[in-house]
Every structure is written in C-alpha cells, then in structure tokens.
Nanobody
Framework: QVRLEESGGGLVQAGGSLRLSCAAS????????LGWSRRVPGKQRELVAS???????NYLDSVKGRFTISRDGSKNTVYLQMNNLKPEDTAVYYC??????????????WGRGTQVTVSS
C-alpha cells in the first residue's frame, strides 16, 4: 500500500506560479512511475506530467514549457512546478503513483487532490 499526500494548491493570478508537492509513504519500493493529473468538473481526468524511475518525463501538450515535474528520492516526494499559469489550468490536481512496464505507465495509487484556481 502506498499513501500520497498533496500540498501547495491555492489561488493565483494568471501568469503566476505555484509548486505542488506530494509526499509518498508506505511500500515505495513497488513504485516506478509518479505523476500529476487534474480534473475539471464535468470533464475527464487528464494526466498532466509523469516521471519514471530513470527520471524520464512526459507532459501534456498544453503544459509543455510551463510545468516541470521533479522528484526527490531522499524525501520520497514528487513536485510539480507550474509557471505562467492560465485560467484553463484551474482544476483539482491529484498525485499518482504506480508502475511503468515496457514503457507503459499504470497508476494504482492516488492522493486526495489539491485545488488550483487561476484567476484572470
């Protein structure tokens, strides 16, 4: 079992920045992929960014160049640095953990989410 706890959400003006943090605990050794997803009411959850055990990252096209995912292995923490935020980035952001096998990621564990609101 893996537990994930997000922090760092809030209200920011368009063009501003926020950094989300996710602390992982439990059976960390079983995890080879970490990610951040978001959900807007009425829409499907979308994966925003991911990072695997080798440090390779992937991003949703709409956030490339603005968001950066990183991890601190010593702290079992994954971060999402969000710059130049836009109103359309407003959503509940969820931390996710799972495995990557043969290049395919599957997320099993999810945090409770943190609200990010970007005002215009």
């Amino acid at each position: 079992q893996v537990r994930l706890e997000e922090s760092g959400g809030g209200l920011v003006q368009a063009g501003g920045s926020l950094r989300l943090s996710c602390a992982a605990s439990g059976n960390i050794a079983s995890i080879s992929a970490l990610g951040w997803s978001r959900r807007v009411p009425g829409k499907q959850r979308e994966l925003v960014a991911s990072i695997n055990s080798r440090g390779s990252t992937n991003y949703l096209d709409s956030v490339k160049g603005r968001f950066t995912i990183s991890r601190d292995g010593s702290k079992n923490t994954v971060y999402l640095q969000m710059n130049n935020l836009k109103p359309e980035d407003t959503a509940v952001y969820y931390c996710a953990a799972g495995r990557e096998d043969w290049g395919k990621q599957e997320y099993t564990y999810w945090g409770r989410g943190t609200q990010v609101t970007v005002s215009s």
